[in-house]
Nanobody, 119 residues
Framework: QVQLVESGGGLVQAGGSLRLSCAAS????????MGWYRQAPGKQRELVAV???????NYADSVKGRFSISRDNAKNTVYLQMNSLKPEDTAVYYC?????????????WGQGTQVTVSS
């Protein structure tokens, strides 16, 4: 059982920055990777960034060079630094954890945090 709580969303103007945080609790030792997804109104949820326990990262093409995912294992927290924000980045951002326990793989999701970028 893993619980995820996001924070850091808000309203910013285009070109501004935000840092999202996701704190994990529970059986954090089952986590193998964590990532950020986002969902805009009327659109499907899409992967934004992912980081594995080994430190490998991947980003959606739309955010490469602007967003950066990182982690602090001591705090059981992952971050998404978002720079040069654009109105099209407006969405609810969700934290995700990929977990393995007793050879069973499952995902945990946070409640989401709203990011709104004004033009």
């Amino acid at each position: 059982q893993v619980q995820l709580v996001e924070s850091g969303g808000g309203l910013v103007q285009a070109g501004g920055s935000l840092r999202l945080s996701c704190a994990a609790s529970g059986n954090i030792f089952s986590i193998t990777a964590m990532g950020w997804y986002r969902q805009a109104p009327g659109k499907q949820r899409e992967l934004v960034a992912v980081i594995t326990n080994g430190g490998s990262t991947n980003y959606a093409d739309s955010v490469k060079g602007r967003f950066s995912i990182s982690r602090d294992n001591a705090k059981n927290t992952v971050y998404l630094q978002m720079n040069s924000l654009k109105p099209e980045d407006t969405a609810v951002y969700y934290c995700n954890a990929d977990c393995v326990q007793r050879l069973t793989r499952f995902n945990s999701w946070g409640q989401g945090t709203q990011v709104t970028v004004s033009s």
